[in-house]
């Protein structure tokens, strides 16, 4: 398969439905955001503790979910969509790592060890991805599940950051002001 086609040279893409849009349009912006969050969960991973490499290993098949739904304006039954369930699958995930972290207290600066700054970066991002994702909203009919997945998914980060940096002995550091 040739992974070049020339057919994006005049700044337009392909939707899933194969409609042509702009490069520009307010639903590759949503996807490409959620294709940074993968890229960076990627970089991220392995961390050396295999049962968060498992967790972000689930969270990177998820977002090529939420890529494809975002990239289909008009899903059939069998395509790929976010759905309640993968929301359950993060919530638990935040649960699970909760029971090892002491309860917050403050804001925390992101940072600490690699791994967890890392974490941090792909949880800002993700951030940025559910924004994305809310102006979609406004302006077209998406899968609001995706979106509910995107707000956990960005508190799955940063209880994971902050998880792996206890994990590291990086002690958390918190604002002053």
Do not use: W
């Amino acid at each position: 398969m040739k992974i070049y086609t020339g057919r994006g040279d005049t700044g337009e893409t392909d939707l899933r439905d194969m409609s042509r849009v702009s490069k520009a349009n307010p639903r590759i912006e949503a996807y490409g955001t959620v294709d940074e969050v993968n890229t960076l969960v990627g970089v991220v991973r392995p961390t050396g503790y295999d049962d968060l490499d498992d967790y972000l290993e689930r969270v990177q098949n998820h977002l090529h979910i939420v890529q494809a739904d975002f990239a289909n304006p008009d899903p059939d039954e069998d395509d790929p969509v976010i759905r309640e369930a993968h929301v359950d699958e993060i919530e638990g995930i935040i649960d699970t790592v909760a029971e090892e972290l002491e309860p917050l207290q403050s804001f925390v600066l992101p940072g600490g060890s690699e791994p967890g700054a890392k974490l941090h970066h792909a949880r800002a991002v993700c951030r940025r991805a559910e924004r994305r994702a809310v102006a979609l909203q406004g302006e077209e009919d998406i899968n609001d599940t995706a979106v509910t997945y995107l707000n956990r998914l960005s508190d799955a980060l940063f209880q994971l950051a902050r998880l792996v940096n206890e994990r590291e002995g990086v002690p958390e550091e918190n604002p002053t002001y």
